[in-house]
């Protein structure tokens, strides 16, 4: 197998550097008419036909000889005997990885609060956790435990009673490592079903498939498209894009490390991106080389190859005050500061799903088991959106109580606003409760 790179070379000196860099970042995840028109369909038929329609679909997409839904279901036993059957190592790692994210998230988790005012007000947040949340794992010879624990453990640790995995099992492969990972994050229920019907499965419900509060995990096109027009009859974490990793490097660490960083993300698929930005020329030089050196050695060469050519950069700047300006520009999802002093430049990065701090921090480490959750936003939504938590399971409502009192001062506040706005029994009714005004 020959693989070769080319790479792409940006100087953000030059004049045209931004028109470059915003065509280097465009993707767009929209769903062909033909691919839109396919899932509507699949979602009528689940929410008309339920279970049937599930089992017809498992029979036709994943070629599953399942002939009740029964035959699609996993209980807690089948969990269990899911982490028998893999090996000591692979458990060990599994639990490890279970109890740093645990241990993180738990950190997040927001509480109830009030205070009380001179009158007697009472004002507040009450914090309660969904009642049900959907996973969706892909399946097959897809191997993604880490994913059922970065998105299983935060739903348990903000209380959500029940959490319901779907992952379909094409041809019959049964993924043992992502059934211990449900078991040892506490999955409730697994249906092996996938793609756009499980979606709508866990959206509306079906006489099996319980209806869940909001649904999250990656899937392909079909699932993306699904949860798009399932959101508001549940919610979503995120419609995610390809995964990306932007690092800013001062020429210091070591090109191998770096081009290993960038292929860490590239072999994912043919769409992801990878770029490195440094103001060393030199420096960019021998990660270039370093490319050509180790893609013959990766597994996913073709994949990396795809991936480095099609949508990788190696970016010149000024100086680091530059790169961090190019960081912000892009609100990669995984950010690395592969620097001498990252603490120096955190404050000055605004925009970034994940920041990994220093040359020894390699983002592979957060995929797995540093603690924080891998499922972060792509394609610039870091700019205005955050990794999944505990707090996307939990929901919070107002807290008002009013004493007489304070009824009554709130009240000719809410009277003038109200008649500003021309509505009347907005404000009769905040007047009815006006200490010696009765309203009229």
């Known amino acids: 197998m020959t693989v070769s790179t080319a790479i792409a070379r940006l100087n953000a000196a030059d004049q045209d550097f931004a028109r470059h860099l915003d065509h280097l970042l465009s993707w767009e995840s929209v769903s062909d008419d033909a691919v839109n028109q396919r899932v509507l369909d699949i979602i009528k038929a689940v929410r008309e036909r339920g279970d049937a329609a599930l089992v017809e679909f498992t029979q036709r997409f994943d070629g599953v000889d399942a002939q009740s839904i029964d035959d699609l279901i996993l209980d807690r036993a089948r969990l269990e005997l899911a982490l028998t059957r893999i090996t000591a190592p692979q458990r060990e790692a599994l639990e490890t990885a279970a109890n740093r994210v645990r241990m993180y998230h738990e950190r997040q988790k927001q509480d109830s609060w009030q205070y009380t005012e001179a009158d007697g007000t009472v004002l507040g947040q009450k914090v309660t956790p969904l009642d049900r949340a959907g996973l969706y794992v892909p399946g097959g010879k897809a191997s993604y435990p880490s994913s059922v624990l970065m998105n299983a453990i935060p739903a348990k640790v903000a209380g959500v009673a029940e959490v319901v995995m779907v992952v379909p099992t094409p041809r019959g492969e049964v993924n043992e490592l992502v059934l211990a990972a449900a078991c040892i994050a506490g999955v409730d229920r697994v249906f092996t079903v996938g793609g756009a019907q499980a979606v709508a499965a866990l959206a509306y419900g079906t006489e099996s498939v319980p209806q869940v509060d909001k649904i999250v995990g990656p899937g392909n096109i079909y699932v993306a498209t699904a949860k798009r027009h399932v959101f508001g009859q549940v919610g ?63 597994e996913r060469a073709e994949i990396i190859e795809k991936s480095i050519n099609g949508r990788g950069a190696l970016i010149q700047v000024r ?23 990252p603490q120096a430049w955190l404050a000055q990065i605004r925009h970034a799903g994940a920041i990994f701090m220093g040359r020894h921090t390699s983002e592979a480490l957060g995929d797995y088991c540093a603690g924080p959750n891998h499922v972060l936003p792509t394609s610039g939504t870091a700019r205005f959106s955050s990794p999944l938590g505990v707090y996307d399971f939990q ?4 807290i008002i109580f009013c ?13 003038v606003l109200a008649r500003g ?8 009714s905040a007047e009815y409760r006006i200490l010696n005004e009765k309203g009229n």
């Open 236 to 298: 979503i974490d995120m419609i995610a894009g390809p995964s990306e990793i932007l690092v800013v490097c001062d020429g210091q660490t070591d090109p191998d490390w770096i081009a290993m960083d960038l292929f860490s993300q590239a072999e994912h698929d043919e769409d992801a991106q990878a770029i490195l930005v440094s103001p060393d020329a030199d420096f960019l030089d021998r990660v270039a080389a370093s490319i050509d050196k180790l893609l013959p050695t990766m």
């Open 319 to 341: 100086d680091m005050q530059q790169a961090i300006e190019v960081a912000n520009r892009i609100a990669p999802e995984h950010l690395e500061l592969s620097v001498a002093d």
């Open 421 to 428: 706005e021309s509505l009347t029994a907005h404000a009769r």
């Open 403 to 415: 004493s007489e009192q304070g009824a009554s001062e709130l009240g000719r506040t809410a009277s």
């Open 395 to 398: 929901k919070r409502s107002s």
